[in-house]
């Protein structure tokens, strides 16, 4: 497999092949070279799980296929490089030859994409400049779909990495980027920012935007996620109240809480890393939650305890807490106003029903990402509603496939991970509601895995400092094999 022909990612330059014996011949065949190098954020794939021929990524859970590099799950996008594999027969020997190039961070390979044919006049419309959208394309596009692709999104950036936003919050917006301009006008994929859908009309399959232009589809995916909950009561209008939701809200957060008294509102995943992220900048941080201790719904109250950076404050009446700055975070609402008016089916709190294949009950109709109400199969099909980044990757997978009458069925681990002073505890999974939970370890000692049951079968995992652990977890439920009580205790 040659790497000019996969495609290459901006960085990596052909210019001359170098060889480096690696091997005795018997060893590797031609092809059986790739990377060892996550193209997701470099973690050593040496160090993750094997499973025939699968790697799982020991940081973050991408997975690869040993055999041609392909990436087969996310949150990594890229395919790992391939190279090709040549016989030394003086040394008896198997030498790797790859194309020699200026290489900025680690090695990656775009797959191959095609691009658009004028003479296909098929439109598919992707509401939504996130993950979802962004693999919805790169999918079409790999599957050689030739008509027009156009990428809508209220934001005025391209597509970006929103799982860094709480962990460096001081980034700039293009270091964010997940794909550049280059890389959708080379595959023909148009993108229109700073544009809002106010109304859809499935009947004539139309979409109204803010700017009074309206726009047909002949397919179109609805990803438009969710928006970050606001405090009700009084004075949530306040210049020093602020939210997180795109990287210039993160650098103001960074910037306006320098030797400030903060508070942060939310015990969530996101409140916590930014309450780590300002411990050495703010004057004083106060977190205040409903629960008692950080995640104490989603890990438990043991893990809680151990994310514990600063003394968390239980507000009662007469009491008040002198601040400075105050950052709200304390969930989210779905996007899906424009919807209302529409036949697009939607549950009790606004969000898009879909089945295992992204469609909802209107034909020519998907939807993806954190707006959608869809079905687990690891959760015995109970429809979720997960706002994780690597679900919302495979979502967009999924619906391009049956837009292209290609029905895959959604079949995901839920992997996330979150990130405090510098420990990173790791979570494969949905353990929501969870009844009994086992211990690896030891909790004081910072290093343990946590494997949470329900009706005596591990339904999620938790660790920090156990890697590869998790994914070898997220790897026996993906494969549906259970894993007893008996067997975890």
């Known amino acids: 497999m040659s790497e000019v022909q996969e495609g290459l990612v901006a960085g990596l330059e052909p210019e001359e092949e170098v060889t480096d014996v690696v091997c005795?011949?018997?060893?590797?065949?031609?092809?059986?070279?790739?990377?060892?190098?996550?193209?997701?954020?470099?973690?050593?794939?040496?160090?993750?799980?094997?499973?025939?021929?699968?790697?799982?990524?020991?940081?973050?859970?991408?997975?690869?296929?040993?055999k041609t590099g392909d990436l087969e799950e996310y949150p990594g996008i890229d395919c790992l490089p391939c190279h090709k594999a040549c016989e030394s027969r003086k040394q008896q020997?198997?030498?790797?030859?790859?194309?020699?190039?200026?290489?900025?961070?680690?090695?990656?390979?775009?797959?191959?994409?095609?691009?658009?044919?004028?003479?296909v006049s098929h439109t598919v419309m992707l509401l939504g400049g996130g993950a979802?959208?962004?693999?919805?394309?790169?999918?079409?596009?790999?599957?050689n779909y030739g008509g027009r692709i156009i990428m809508v999104s209220r934001d005025d950036l391209l597509p970006y990495d929103k799982t860094r936003l709480s962990k460096i919050m001081n980034a700039e917006s293009d270091s964010l980027l997940m794909r550049r301009m280059e890389f959708f006008h080379k595959y023909d994929i148009e993108v229109w920012l700073k544009k809002e859908a106010l109304s859809i009309d499935t009947n004539k399959k139309t979409v109204a935007f803010d700017d009074g232009l309206i726009q047909g589809y002949d397919q179109i995916l609805i990803a438009t996620g969710c928006r970050a909950k606001n405090l009700d009561c009084p004075g949530v209008d306040l210049e020093n109240v602020l939210m997180l939701e795109t990287p210039e809200d993160a650098?103001?957060?960074?910037?306006?809480c320098m030797g400030c008294r903060?508070?942060?509102?939310?015990?969530?995943?996101?409140?916590?890393?930014?309450?780590?992220?300002?411990?050495?900048?703010?004057?004083?941080?106060?977190?205040?939650?409903?629960?008692?201790?950080?995640?104490?719904?989603?890990?438990?109250?043991?893990?809680?305890?151990?994310?514990?950076?600063?003394?968390?404050?239980?507000?009662?009446?007469?009491?008040?807490?002198?601040?400075?700055?105050?950052?709200?975070?304390?969930?989210?609402?779905?996007?899906?106003?424009?919807?209302?008016?529409?036949?697009?089916?939607m549950d009790s709190k606004n969000y898009v029903i879909v089945d295992k294949y992204m469609r909802t009950n209107i034909t020519d109709v998907y939807c993806a990402g954190d707006l959608t109400s869809f079905p687990l199969k690891m959760a015995k099909g109970q429809n979720v509603s997960i706002g994780h980044w690597q679900v919302a990757q495979a979502h967009g997978r999924i619906a391009a496939l049956s837009m292209l009458h290609r029905e895959v069925e959604l079949n995901i681990v839920p992997f996330?991970?979150?990130?405090?002073?510098?420990?990173?505890?790791r979570y494969a999974g949905c353990g929501e509601g969870y009844t009994k939970m086992v211990l690896k370890g030891k909790f004081e000692n910072m290093k343990f895995l946590a494997l949470y049951l329900k009706d005596e079968e591990v339904v999620a995992a938790a660790?920090?400092?156990?890697?590869?652990?998790?994914?070898?977890?997220?790897?026996?439920?993906?494969?549906?094999?259970?894993?007893?009580?008996?067997?975890?205790?």
Not at 33 to 50: D, E, M
Not at 95 to 112: A, L, T
């Open 24 to 66: 005795d011949e018997s060893d590797l065949k031609d092809g059986d070279a790739i990377s060892n190098q996550c193209t997701h954020y470099g973690a050593p794939l040496s160090k993750g799980v094997l499973s025939g021929h699968r790697v799982r990524c020991p940081w973050h859970g991408s997975c690869f296929n040993v």
């Open 93 to 119: 020997s198997l030498c790797v030859c790859k194309e020699k190039g200026k290489i900025q961070g680690q090695p990656k390979r775009i797959k191959w994409m095609g691009a658009r044919d004028q003479a």
């Open 132 to 143: 979802a959208s962004l693999m919805c394309a790169e999918t079409l596009r790999q599957e």
């Open 251 to 256: 650098r103001c957060i960074h910037y306006a």
């Open 262 to 345: 903060t508070v942060v509102v939310g015990t969530s995943f996101v409140g916590m890393e930014v309450a780590a992220y300002m411990i050495d900048m703010a004057s004083s941080i106060t977190i205040i939650g409903s629960s008692e201790l950080p995640y104490q719904k989603t890990l438990g109250p043991e893990i809680g305890k151990v994310t514990m950076m600063v003394k968390a404050v239980k507000l009662r009446s007469g009491i008040t807490i002198q601040a400075d700055l105050l950052i709200v975070g304390i969930g989210v609402n779905p996007n899906s106003e424009f919807l209302k008016g529409s036949p697009v089916r």
């Open 416 to 425: 996330y991970w979150t990130v405090l002073l510098g420990r990173t505890i």
């Open 463 to 489: 660790g920090l400092n156990v890697e590869p652990a998790v994914s070898v977890v997220a790897e026996r439920l993906a494969q549906g094999r259970v894993i007893t009580q008996a067997e975890a205790e």
